[in-house]
C-alpha cells in the first residue's frame, strides 16, 4: 500500500493480538473468521470509534454449503452485536452471489431488503444481519470496516464538511452528502469503490482492503489525521466560571430531577463529573441541542440534552423539553406509516448541569451509566465544532425525525426483553439478620430493584451481591445517614425502606425519609418484614410499619407489594 500511517498499536491479550514486524502489523487468527473477529475486537476496544453496538465489520471468504459446493459467503455483524465483545457466532453470513445482483435495482425499500437479506443467509438460525449489510456487500474489497469515528464525525458537522474532508484526509477519500442508511446509501457508495475510504455525513468513516490490516490501519490513519488537525485548529473558548455545586444543593436537584423523570417509569441517575468543563461552557445550550455527532447517537439518547441551571430550574425544563418534542413530532408525524405513535417516554435521557457535569438517566445504572458516555462523545464532538468553526450543520429536524421514528429501529425495540416490574425502583435495606430476609432482598433485585444495603448479614450473601453488583451499593452496619446519602448519590433518589425484623428507625429518621419522598415529590414507603412473612412458595405477605405520602392519591403500597408477590 502507498498510505499506511504506520501506527504502533498494543493491545490486551483477550483481544486477540497483534505483532509487530518491520513497522508493519498482522492481525491474529488462523482462520478468516477469526481475523475478522480480532480486527472487529481492536475497533470495538477504542470508544472513540464505535460505541455499544455501533458499526460494523464484514469480510467475504470462502466456505463450504451444504451441498458441499464451495460459495463466497460475506460474513457480517450481526444487528445489535457490540464490537468489543464479538465473537465468531455473532456474525451472519449471506451468499455473496445473491446479493450483488441488487445492485442493478434503482431502488429498495427497508422492508423489501430486510426480506430479501432474509432469503440469502446461510442459516436461518444465525442473527439478523445489519442493516448496511448491501453497503459492505457492494463494495468489492474482501474486508470492509464502517466506525462513527468522533473526529471525523466532527468535521463532518460543518456547513463545508466536504471541503474541510478533502484538505484533512485528501482528495481520494470520498464524501457523501448525509442519507439515511439503507439501499440508497449502498448504491452511493459503491460507486466510489476505487477511492481510498469514504466519509459520510453526519454519520462516520468507511474504509476497505484485500487484506484485514489494510482496511483496519485506514481507519486508524484517517482518524489520528481527523484528531490531529481537531488539536491543532481549534481554539478554546471561554468558560464560565463556575463553582462546584455543593454536597447539600446536588442532593436536592438530583431528587427532584428523579421525581419529574419518574413519573412515566422509576429513574435510575448517574453523574459524569468528566463533563463539568462541558457543563460550565457557555454555549452550553448550544453543546446540548445542536445536535448529535453522529446519527447512531439519536437512536441511543435521544436529538437534544436537556439543560438544567439549578433545583429550582428543573420541574420547568423537563416541561419545557417535553413540550419541544411533543411539536416536535406532530410537526413531522405525517412521515410514519400508520400505527406508528410518539414514543411512550420522551423525557431527556441526559442532560448537562453547570457546576455538576452530565447527568444519564435509565431504568438500570448500567442503562444510565452508559448513556453518559454517549453523551460525553457527542457534547464533546460538538464542543469542537464551536471551537473549529464557530457554528455546527447537522441533520434537519426532518432528518433527526426520520432516524428517531426509523421503522426498522422501531421494529427492533418491539423484541427488546420486557422490562423488569421494578426497574428503576430504589430501596434501602436495614437489618438483614436471616436468610428469610435475604430471599426478599434478592427478590428486589431479580425483579430490576436497586438496593442500598446495610446489614452485617452481607458476608453471607456473597454469591448474591456478586450477581447483582451492578445494582447493590453496601454501606455500614445500619448506618442510616450514609445509606440514604448513598441512595441518592449512587442512584439518584429513594423510593422506599425495607427493614429486617430487628431493625429499628426513629422519629427522626422517618421524619429524614419524608423530606427525602418530598423532595422528589413521590410516595415513598417502609416496609417491614418478618421470618413468617415469606411463603413457601417464595411469595410475600409483607406489612407496613408506616406509609409516608408526599404526593396525594397515589397508593405506592399496595403496587410494591403486589409486585414482589408476583
Not at 36 to 63: A, C, I, Q
Not at 185 to 196: A, D, G
Not at 341 to 352: A, F, R, S, T
Request: overall charge negative; glycine content about 8%; some cysteine.
Amino acid at each position: 500500500m502507498s498510505r499506511y500511517f504506520w501506527w504502533q498499536y498494543c493491545v490486551d491479550d483477550h483481544v486477540g493480538g497483534v505483532f509487530i514486524v518491520n513497522e508493519r502489523f498482522t492481525i491474529q487468527g488462523d482462520s478468516e473468521i477469526s481475523k475478522l473477529v480480532n480486527r472487529s475486537r481492536l475497533l470495538g476496544k477504542d470508544p472513540s470509534l464505535v460505541l455499544y453496538g455501533g458499526g460494523n465489520t464484514s469480510s467475504k471468504m470462502e466456505e463450504t454449503d451444504h451441498l458441499g459446493r464451495k460459495r463466497t459467503i460475506l460474513r457480517i455483524k450481526g444487528s445489535g452485536c457490540d464490537l468489543r465483545t464479538i465473537t465468531e457466532q455473532d456474525f451472519s453470513g449471506l451468499y455473496l452471489e445473491e446479493l450483488l445482483p441488487l445492485i442493478d435495482l434503482d431502488n429498495m425499500s427497508d422492508e423489501d431488503m430486510v426480506d430479501y437479506l432474509g432469503r440469502c443467509m446461510v442459516s436461518a438460525a444465525e442473527r439478523r444481519p445489519s442493516i448496511e449489510t448491501l453497503l459492505h456487500a457492494f463494495i468489492e474489497a474482501l474486508h470492509v470496516d464502517h466506525v462513527h469515528s468522533d473526529a471525523i464525525c466532527t468535521l463532518t458537522n460543518y456547513e463545508n464538511a466536504e471541503k474541510i474532508i478533502y484538505e484533512v484526509l485528501g482528495k481520494d477519500v470520498a464524501f457523501v452528502p448525509y442519507c439515511r442508511p439503507g439501499f440508497k446509501l449502498s448504491k452511493i457508495v459503491q460507486q466510489f469503490s476505487k477511492n481510498y475510504a469514504v466519509v459520510l455525513e453526519h454519520h462516520g468513516l468507511v474504509t476497505w482492503g484485500n487484506t484485514h490490516e489494510e482496511s483496519y490501519l485506514k481507519t486508524i490513519e484517517l482518524e489520528e489525521k481527523a484528531k490531529e488537525y481537531i488539536n491543532n485548529h481549534k481554539f478554546k473558548k471561554e468558560k464560565n466560571r463556575l463553582d462546584t455545586l455543593k454536597m447539600d444543593s446536588r442532593t436536592t436537584l438530583l431528587l427532584r430531577l428523579r421525581g419529574q423523570l419518574s413519573q412515566k417509569q422509576k429513574q435510575i441517575l448517574t453523574i459524569d463529573e468528566n463533563q463539568l468543563e462541558l457543563a460550565n461552557r457557555k454555549d452550553v445550550e448550544k453543546i446540548a441541542t445542536g445536535g448529535r455527532s453522529t446519527l447512531e447517537h439519536i437512536l441511543r439518547i435521544g436529538k437534544d440534552s436537556l439543560v438544567v441551571s439549578d433545583s429550582a430550574d428543573c420541574k420547568q425544563a423537563i416541561q419545557s423539553y417535553r413540550e419541544s418534542y411533543t411539536n416536535f413530532f406532530h410537526q413531522f408525524q405525517h412521515r410514519l406509516p400508520k400505527g406508528f405513535n410518539m414514543h411512550e417516554n420522551i423525557d431527556p435521557k441526559v442532560g448537562l448541569i453547570p457546576g455538576v457535569g452530565c447527568f444519564g438517566a435509565g431504568i438500570s445504572l448500567a442503562t444510565a451509566k452508559r448513556n453518559t458516555e454517549i453523551a460525553r462523545h457527542t457534547h464533546e464532538a460538538m464542543a469542537n465544532v464551536l471551537d473549529l468553526f464557530n457554528t455546527s450543520k447537522n441533520l434537519t429536524e426532518e432528518e433527526a425525525f426520520d432516524i428517531d421514528y426509523w421503522p426498522l429501529e422501531l421494529y427492533k425495540l418491539s423484541l427488546s426483553p420486557t422490562v423488569p416490574n421494578m426497574a428503576g425502583y430504589i430501596f434501602a435495606f436495614f437489618g438483614i439478620n436471616n436468610e428469610h430476609e435475604g430471599l426478599i432482598l434478592e427478590k428486589l433485585l431479580k425483579k430490576g430493584a436497586h438496593v442500598i444495603v446495610a446489614s452485617p448479614y452481607t458476608e453471607r450473601l456473597g454469591d448474591m451481591l456478586d450477581t447483582y453488583k451492578n445494582q447493590v451499593v453496601l454501606t455500614g452496619n445500619n448506618h442510616f445517614e450514609e445509606a440514604i446519602q448513598k441512595a441518592i448519590l449512587h442512584f439518584g433518589g429513594l423510593d422506599g425502606v425495607f427493614m429486617g425484623e430487628k431493625a429499628t428507625l426513629s422519629n427522626e429518621q422517618v421524619n429524614k425519609l419524608n423530606e427525602v419522598f418530598e423532595t422528589q415529590a413521590i410516595t415513598g414507603v417502609i416496609i417491614k418484614a418478618n421470618e413468617r412473612s415469606l411463603n413457601m412458595d417464595g411469595s410475600h405477605e409483607l406489612n407496613s410499619t408506616s406509609v409516608i405520602s408526599a404526593s396525594a392519591n397515589q397508593t405506592a403500597l399496595a403496587g410494591i407489594l403486589s409486585i414482589l408477590g408476583n
